[in-house]
Nanobody, 119 residues
């Protein structure tokens, strides 16, 4: 069982910044991809950003140019740098670890960290 522990959420004013961290209990070099998802009240969970083991990244259109995902193999941690935050970024943010083995894929999730953007 892989544990993912998120941190870094909080309350920030519009235009502000936050950095989320996701610490994995496994060597992240064994993880196919790590991602950040978010879920706002009454909405479905959506992909925010994802980074693969070869550092290929992809982002939701709504966060391109504002958010940056990265990973640190030495610390087994993934990060989400969020700049120019907007009220519509308010959500519970979840870290995801996707494993890929021959013939099977499986995911682990963190418990979530709340991000609230409000004046």
């Amino acid at each position: 069982q892989v544990q993912l522990v998120e941190s870094g959420g909080g309350l920030v004013q519009p235009g502000g910044s936050l950095r989320l961290s996701c610490a994995a209990s496994d060597n992240i070099r064994r993880i196919n991809a790590m991602g950040w998802y978010r879920q706002a009240p009454g909405k479905q969970r959506e992909l925010v950003a994802r980074i693969t083991s070869d550092n290929t990244t992809n982002y939701a259109d709504s966060v391109k140019g504002r958010f940056t995902i990265s990973r640190d193999g030495a610390k087994n941690t993934a990060y989400l740098q969020m700049n120019s935050l907007k009220p519509e970024d308010t959500a519970l943010y979840y870290c995801n670890a996707n494993y890929k083995r021959p013939g099977v894929q499986y995911d682990y999730w963190g418990q979530g960290t709340q991000v609230t953007v409000s004046s």
